[in-house]
């Protein structure tokens, strides 16, 4: 989105699915009535002002809609007490102990009848506003792949009939694991945005961070939660030194380290020692950790790239995934030499759903090119540009591939 009115529009758009949803009890229903009330919201704000609470316009109208749907479509009991709710109801508080509309319908969603995979893309698609095709990139499938998940997921909601509801606070440790994956692909989305002409999304980094703040604060002493929220904030410390004042992007061993915010990168630390005293190791705290290797690295080079290595190799037992496996090439041939970390990256070029994620060629890449292996380098490199990667990620591949190729 580019104008102030859609970026507005797009930021309000999982809140107000959120309240209309929780009212409802009908997920399909309350994104469809959102989904008109932003297409008025575009048509009349771009006449005119913004209101002051664009949230709560969004809300009213979509309440509205979907009770004109609700009246329109009442043959059945349970139509006829949806739209007595909705009559009751403009926009309750939220129940129980979680203090926020987004986080609650974020555990609602979390519901273990569906598979763990479909319910985090769900839940994205939904709520977080991502679309179809950031979802899939994020999960390293198609993106007609991810829009069949999303269909089979909301059918299923539907013909099973699962409620759409905040459980008791007593089911709510078993669903944490999956909003902590919700919370974690928001900010991973926002961090390294697959969209658009910027390098970072800043509205999805902060809706991430203040969702795990939250967290943290219903689940005090768990250590994963206060491992991601760690994790978060200290990734997050190196914002301000990510983009050029171009917009081009700047590698993490070129950036200025003086602009990195201490105060996000002393609380993320506190936050990691006090999950790490509690001994109980999971994955966000091990991602925690690395990003702390880097948080406190005064220079590039006093970064601990072979300590980096250990954290991902057991980051890998934890999620053996292709994305950890790359990451931890990288760090292996930063400490042992770009051969070491190559022969990881070849591994992985087998498995079908690596040959469309454009990051995998970028990695080997520049592997082949420390290597002083040009030709392949440029193959490597024309391969991640031919699978069409964000604009700033796509000139910093040109830029790479024109060096390659040498003065004109």
Not at 37 to 49: H, K, N, Q
Request: net charge neutral; charged share 25%.
């Amino acid at each position: 989105m580019s104008s102030p009115v859609e970026g507005v529009v797009r930021r309000e758009w999982g809140r107000a699915v959120a309240v209309v949803a929780r009212i409802t009890g009908d997920l399909g229903l309350a994104e469809d009535a959102v989904q008109e009330a932003c297409a008025l919201a575009l048509d009349r704000w771009a006449a005119g002002s913004v209101p002051d609470d664009p949230a709560a316009w969004l809300v009213t109208v979509a309440r509205n809609r979907a009770l004109d749907r609700v009246r329109r479509e009442a043959l059945r009991s349970a139509k006829e007490e949806a739209a007595m709710r909705l009559l009751a109801e403009q926009d309750p508080a939220p129940p129980g102990s979680i203090p926020d509309d987004r986080l609650q319908l974020i555990f609602a969603c979390c519901h273990p009848a569906l598979d763990p995979g479909v319910r985090v893309a769900l839940t994205l698609r939904t709520l977080c506003g991502l679309t179809t095709a950031e979802i899939a990139r994020g999960f390293l499938v198609a993106e007609a792949t991810m829009a069949q998940r999303l269909v089979r997921a909301k059918r299923k909601i539907r013909d099973a009939a699962i409620p759409l509801r905040v459980p008791p606070d007593a089911e709510l440790p078993g669903r944490v694991g999956g909003v902590l994956r919700v919370i974690y692909l928001v900010f991973t989305e926002g961090h390294r945005a697959s969209d658009g002409a910027h390098v970072v999304r800043d509205d999805l980094c902060e809706e991430a961070i203040r969702l795990a703040r939250l967290l943290a604060g219903l689940c005090p002493d768990e250590p994963e939660v206060l491992g991601l929220l760690g994790l978060l904030l200290l990734t997050d410390a190196r914002r301000p030194a990510r983009t050029a004042r171009d917009g081009r992007l700047v590698l993490l061993g070129d950036q200025d380290r003086g602009r990195w915010d201490r105060a996000k990168v002393a609380e993320g630390t506190g936050l990691l020692d006090r999950a790490m005293r509690r001994r109980q190791p999971g994955p966000y705290q091990l991602q925690a950790a690395i990003a702390a290797c880097h948080a406190t690295a005064p220079r590039a080079g006093d970064t601990d790239w072979a300590q980096i290595a250990a954290l991902y190799a057991a980051l890998a037992r934890w999620e053996p995934s292709p994305v950890v496996q790359a990451n931890r090439a990288v760090a292996v041939a930063m400490a042992d030499g770009p051969a070491a970390g190559l022969a990881i990256i070849d591994d992985l070029g087998g498995e079908s759903r690596t040959e469309g994620w454009h990051l995998l060629h970028a990695c080997r890449a520049d592997l082949l090119r420390r290597l002083g292996r040009g030709a392949e380098a440029a193959a490597a490199y024309r391969a991640a540009l031919a699978l069409c990667p964000p604009p700033a990620e796509r000139d910093f591949l040109a830029a790479r591939l024109a060096e390659l190729a040498g003065p004109p």
